[in-house]
């Protein structure tokens, strides 16, 4: 059996999941965009701040789709499919351009387990996948947003950075891991090789 | 049609189905029954292609429906002769407008689309739901929900359909509905049916009303048996019973603890009953119901003299009384060391407080506890009980009649008359009537 | 009633105008012409869309409070006077697209997106129906929400759910769905779906309309665009 070599084709129950984790993550953020609307009028004039402080958010659905179904390219369709909800979906004021961003995060996310091969799934991987998402995409939105020229753009970049590690990478590790302990996991991930099953 | 070779399904953990061996011509209805876990949707998976895709596990043997083998083929591609339908309908019906939903399937098969729109609404008014076509599915109901999933199972015309619990969620209409539309299916469709609500299923044709056709499966899954209906159940009921499935009402749930076979009894001269026959099981309480005079305590207590010798509660408990206390009328004929066996007993109807009373001080209801408890001590096979809940409030007579129940649910043939259809069918797993001398 | 003229449009195209013109702003840097494409936009929203002036009022503040902060930082981040028309400009950016995205929203209804990107954009099936599907789940989520908050509340015997306990919710509502999506996924396989060749009961048709729709818009954002300012 190809147990442990990933295929590179996507069944349909993997394109299911990941537009599974798109929603509820769409829908979560939509819950939660209260707190962030709440954060940014606190923050004042810096309310424009809590975008970077909050991007690792964002970055949640391609670690976690990738840990899932460990096959390539999963990271940068399950960004696309999530930016797509979004767009469609739920309307997002960000438009179409979301496409655009999602493809820049995945393919952030996705470089560090590439370079596993997609065999690795250790905290350091998921830092690097917050850290390279993260930092991919802050020159996107530096250009969308006119960030450059800023006095504050290292600062800027210093948050974002912190929060795709924090956020977008050990969070995502830890919802990963309690989603194994749940079981649903079961059937998504590669079997165990089949001869090796036993009738009680 | 359907055709396997010591088919067996084995699951990670040690679980699985099989091995079964068998086919399933066109147009057969097989009802497959188990215990919860025995496997049942395990096999009906299996047989739409999702193992080992979508449920991880190994298939041995070999299986065809129609010429495609859906373990190699996969669930889509066996959808082409298959149709599913499961039992939760909020995650089985896909899309969000009713009529899309049924024509995916047609779509997908290459239907012309100017024939597609005729068959979706045909197929819809199938299964009693032509007026659902416009409508946005998550404005449906479960029952409705469940009936689209039907039709789009059915839509692209399968030559098997695969039914898992289809109506869990449905209410006795929508029950009878997807009845009415699984049986009204074209001839050569075969159907493969796991179903809890059997009684539901049959409706008012019993048994009659079941595919013919039973296999039932034990709790590890292995075949008990693959035949015709009543025989299956008549065979296995009372062990698929001991294990937790619901069976129709006319499966015996236990061993039988008390045959009759043409019993005539006259008073006088005039012949009361007359060629009555009963059979009652261990495990399961049978209420009879009957106009006055019509002989119901005159069957009991021809029952009472009968081996094993049953335990008998008399329309007036005061009749039965033998002892000075409470305590003493039950513990009279027990062995000396059965005394905590009364005290417990004494707790269990409420007269701990009244056990140094006279059994005639006690209330009416009181009595009636107090005359069925001392009956249950002696755990007897079979327990007559002669209108228990008559001249009790309803609180009394709940309590009386649990008693009861619960001496039936441990395993003892219960028999009792009563006036009250009401509390007869809400306790009973029978009602019978007694007419003209003989039980209907 | 007819529907309005952009809902008469193929979606796809719809969806590609709004993607390019938000593309075009990015290049543009100056108050004048975005200001012109914004006023334009408003008014394709209200005649194009028939959004009703009071809705697509409303659905301006948040984008107005968002552009205000852009407004504030890169005045006060940047040189002086610069950095207040870079800001004005670059809010009147966030305020363009995010009107565009309105206009794709009301005028695009969801599943005719989805099978015209299946017919005219070689999306998959497979993706079109699972996002498709994705949607129907999307409209039970408030509903499941709604119930797994209360649940927690009721056990917890509090006013309000701590964060830690929201997040408990999110994480039962994440189970729950991968759960149905399994489920889901099975389904839409017994429907037979595959990305192998289909046909389409009700298409969605593309035409001479959608061709000059797209001619009329590259006219204006070029004028646009090409106009001194
Ligand atoms: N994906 C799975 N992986 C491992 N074991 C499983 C899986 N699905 C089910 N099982 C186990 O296989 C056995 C059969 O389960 P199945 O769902 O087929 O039972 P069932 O007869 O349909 O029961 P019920 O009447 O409760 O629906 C059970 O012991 C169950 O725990
Ligand atoms: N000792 C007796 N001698 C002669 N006839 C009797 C005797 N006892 C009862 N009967 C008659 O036998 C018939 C059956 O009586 P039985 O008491 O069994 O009826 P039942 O069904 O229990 O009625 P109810 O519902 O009133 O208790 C009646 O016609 C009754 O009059
Ligand atoms: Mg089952
Ligand atoms: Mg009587």
Redesign the interface.
């Known amino acids: 059996m190809a147990a442990h070599t990933p295929t590179a084709r996507l ?3 993997d ?10 993550f ?3 953020y939509w ?1 939660f965009v209260q707190a962030w609307t709440a954060l ?1 009028i606190l923050m004042g ?5 809590t975008g970077n402080l909050l991007i690792g958010c964002w970055l949640l659905v391609a670690p976690i789709a990738l840990a899932i179904l460990r096959k390539p390219f999963v990271g940068v369709i399950a960004e696309l ?1 999530a930016a ?2 979004e ?11 979301l ?1 655009i961003t999602g493809l820049i995060q995945g393919i952030g996310s996705e470089i560090p387990f590439a370079l596993t091969r997609y065999r690795r799934y250790g905290a350091a991987v998921f830092l690097a996948s917050g850290l390279c998402g993260a930092g991919l995409v802050f020159f996107w939105s530096a ?4 960030w450059l ?4 753009l290292p600062l800027r970049l210093t948050l974002q950075l912190l929060s795709g590690a924090l956020l977008g990478g050990l969070l995502a590790r830890g ?1 990963v891991r ?2 194994e302990g ?1 079981g ?5 991930r590669p ?2 090789a ?2 090796e ?4 | 049609m359907i055709r396997a070779e010591q088919l ?1 399904i ?3 953990g ?3 189905v099989g091995p079964w061996s068998g086919s399933i011509g066109p147009g057969e209805h097989v009802l497959v029954l188990g215990p919860s876990g025995a496997g049942k949707s395990t096999l009906l998976r299996a047989l739409a292609g999702a193992v ?7 298939v041995e043997g070999a299986l065809s429906i129609d010429g495609i083998d859906p373990i190699r083929a996969g669930v ?1 591609a066996t959808s082409d002769r298959v149709g599913f339908v499961g039992q939760d309908p909020v995650a089985g019906v896909c899309l969000s407008r009713v009529a899309d939903e049924v024509a995916l399937p047609l779509e997908n098969r290459r239907w012309r689309p100017e024939d597609i729109g005729p068959r979706v609404a045909e197929v819809l008014a199938q299964v009693g739901a032509a007026h659902l076509q416009e409508r946005e599915t998550a404005e449906l109901s479960g029952g409705e929900l469940q009936r689209v999933a039907l039709a789009a199972a059915l839509a692209a015309r399968p030559a098997v359909l695969l039914l898992d619990e289809p109506t869990a969620m449905l209410d006795a209409s929508g029950v009878a509905a997807v009845r009415r539309a699984v049986q009204g299916l074209p001839a050569e469709v075969a159907v493969i049916l796991v179903e809890h609500r059997l009684d539901d299923w049959a409706g008012e044709r019993g048994l009659a009303g079941l595919p013919p056709r039973t296999i039932a499966l034990d709790e ?1 899954g292995r075949v008990l048996e693959d035949g015709p209906t009543a025989a299956v159940l008549a065979r296995h009921g009372p062990r698929l019973a001991a294990q937790g499935c619901w069976l129709p009402r006319e499966v015996p749930l236990g061993p039988a603890r008390m045959t009759v076979r043409d019993l005539h009894v006259s008073r006088g001269v005039r012949p009361v009953l007359r060629g009555l026959e009963l059979d009652l099981h261990g495990g399961e309480m049978v209420a009879i119901m009957g106009a006055n005079g019509a002989g119901k305590s005159t069957l009991l207590e021809s029952l009472a003299s009968r081996s094993p010798r049953p335990g008998l509660v008399l329309q007036n408990p005061e009749d039965q009384f033998v002892a000075a206390t409470v305590r003493a009328e039950l513990a009279e004929g027990l062995p000396a060391g059965a005394a905590d066996r009364v005290e417990a007993m004494l707790a269990r109807i409420g007269l701990a407080e009244h056990a140094e009373a006279s059994p005639y001080r006690l209330s009416g209801g009181q009595k009636r506890l107090l005359s069925i408890g001392a009956m249950l001590l002696h755990g007897r096979e079979v327990l007559l009980a002669d209108e228990p809940g008559y001249g009790l409030d309803r609180a009394a007579a709940v309590r009386t009649l649990r008693l009861l129940r619960d001496a039936a649910d441990e395993g003892a043939a219960v028999l009792l008359t009563s006036h009250d259809a009401q509390a007869a069918h809400r306790w009973a797993d029978r009602v019978l009537r007694l007419e003209d001398g003989v039980l209907r | 009633m007819r529907p309005a003229y952009l809902a008469r449009r193929n979606p796809t195209v719809l ?1 590609g105008l ?2 390019a013109t ?2 075009v702003t ?1 290049f543009l ?1 100056d108050v004048p012409r975005l200001g012109a494409l914004y006023a334009l936009l408003l008014l394709a929203a209200l005649a194009g869309a028939r959004f009703p002036p009071r809705r697509l009022a409303l659905a301006q503040i ?2 107005v409070l ?1 552009a205000a ?2 407004v ?3 005045a ?3 040189p002086a006077p610069e950095g207040l028309i ?1 800001g004005v ?2 809010g009147l ?2 305020l363009a ?2 009107t ?3 206009i ?2 009301r005028a ?1 209804e ?1 599943r005719a ?2 099978v015209s990107l299946v017919q005219h954009a070689r999306l998959s099936p ?2 079109a129906y ?2 498709m ?3 129907r ?2 409209e039970h ?2 509903g499941r ?1 709604r119930t797994i908050t209360r649940a927690h509340l009721v056990r917890s015997g509090r006013e309000r759910l701590s964060p830690r306990q929201l997040g408990r919710c ?2 039962a ?3 729950g ?6 489920r ?3 389904a ?2 017994s429907r037979g ?2 990305d192998g060749p289909r046909t389409v009961w009700r298409p969605v048709p593309l035409g001479r309309g959608d061709a000059l729709l797209v001619a009329v818009c590259a006219l204006v954002v070029a004028a646009v665009v090409a106009v001194p300012a």
């Open positions: 069944t349909l129950r394109i299911v999941v990941i537009v599974v984790l798109g929603v509820v769409g829908f979560l819950v940014s004039p810096l309310g424009d701040l499919l797509a909800v767009v469609v979906f739920l309307g997002s004021p960000a438009g179409p351009l496409l250009v969308r947003f006119g020229g800023q006095d504050i919802i309690a989603l749940t649903v996991l079961a059937n998504l079997a165990v089949a001869d099953l036993v009738r009680r | 067996e084995v699951l990670p040690g679980g699985g080992p895709q979508h449920v991880h596990g190994r889509a590890r | 969806l709004v993607l938000s593309v990015l840097h948040p984008f968002f902060g852009i504030v930082v890169n006060l981040t940047r870079i400009a670059l950016r966030a697209i995010g565009a995205s309105l794709l929203a695009a969801p997106l989805m497979r993706i699972a996002l599907a994705g949607h789940m999307l989520l408030p929400w999110a994480f509502l994440l189970v769905s991968l759960r149905s999506g399994e889901l996924a099975f839409l396989e779906l595959t």
